[in-house]
Antibody, heavy 120, light 107 residues
Framework: EVQLVQSGAEMKKPGESLKISCKGS????????IAWVRQMPGKGLEWMGI????????RYSPSFQGQVTISADKFTNTAYLLWSSLRASDTAIYFC?????????????WGQGTQVTVSS | DIQLTQSPSTLSAIVGDRVTITCRAS??????LAWYQQKPGKPPKLLIY???GLESGVPSRFSGRGSGTDFTLTINSLQPDDFATYYC?????????FGQGTKLDIK
């Protein structure tokens, strides 16, 4: 059974760093892209970026380029989303999602979401 | 970036209705479009891929059509479980943008 399990909720202060994770199981990590998607409170879905764990090829949405770093460990089938300096505006739920097939970028399996709250 | 515009933003209906949601792309995306359903506090669920392909396990009352810039998601004979928010997503090019969402609620 394919599963994406994300790390737990985080409460941070502005300026702090944070790394959240998404661990996949039930499939081979080197065959699928993993994306990160933001959902701010009461808002829609925003495509942040995507990584191919097989070779760490990473693409960012222009809106998120330079704001976050996406990485992956193909040996543990885990993707990561990193902030070096959080802002209050980073408060959101962050989902990871797996591409449905190699070479395509829609998503058939999703993590449960990680709530990130940034507040002083 | 390719922009996706969904209409309406909110749709009120009753059980048994047939409803249609529209997604318009700012440029042609062929049939590289997916539809998702999201309920509060849950991740999105894939319904339709490649504009009209029904994801395994999704009821046949859901259907998708379109190509180029204009797409629709139709739900026949609405069921209580269908009241949710629906998003389209293009995957013709990076970044794979989402529409702003259509909230389907009970009239």
């Amino acid at each position: 059974e394919v599963q994406l399990v994300q790390s737990g909720a985080e409460m941070k202060k502005p300026g702090e760093s944070l790394k959240i994770s998404c661990k996949g199981s039930g499939y081979r990590s080197t065959s699928y892209w993993i994306a990160w998607v933001r959902q701010m409170p009461g808002k829609g879905l925003e495509w942040m970026g995507i990584i191919y764990p097989g070779d760490s090829d990473t693409r960012y949405s222009p809106s998120f380029q330079g704001q976050v770093t996406i990485s992956a460990d193909k040996f543990t089938n885990t993707a990561y989303l990193l902030w070096s300096s959080l802002r209050a505006s980073d408060t959101a739920i962050y989902f990871c999602a797996r591409s449905a097939a190699a070479g395509t970028y829609f998503f058939d399996y999703w993590g449960q979401g990680t709530q990130v709250t940034v507040s002083s | 970036d390719i922009q996706l515009t969904q209409s309406p933003s909110t749709l009120s209906a009753i059980v048994g209705d047939r409803v249609t949601i529209t997604c318009r792309a700012s440029q042609s995306i062929s049939t590289w479009l997916a539809w998702y359903q999201q309920k509060p506090g849950k991740p999105p669920k894939l319904l339709i891929y490649k504009a009209s392909g029904l994801e395994s396990g999704v009821p046949s009352r859901f259907s998708g059509r379109g190509s180029g810039t204009d797409f629709t998601l139709t739900i026949n004979s609405l069921q209580p479980d269908d009241f949710a928010t629906y998003y389209c997503q293009q995957y013709d090019s990076f970044p794979g943008t989402f529409g702003q969402g259509t909230k389907l609620d009970i009239k």
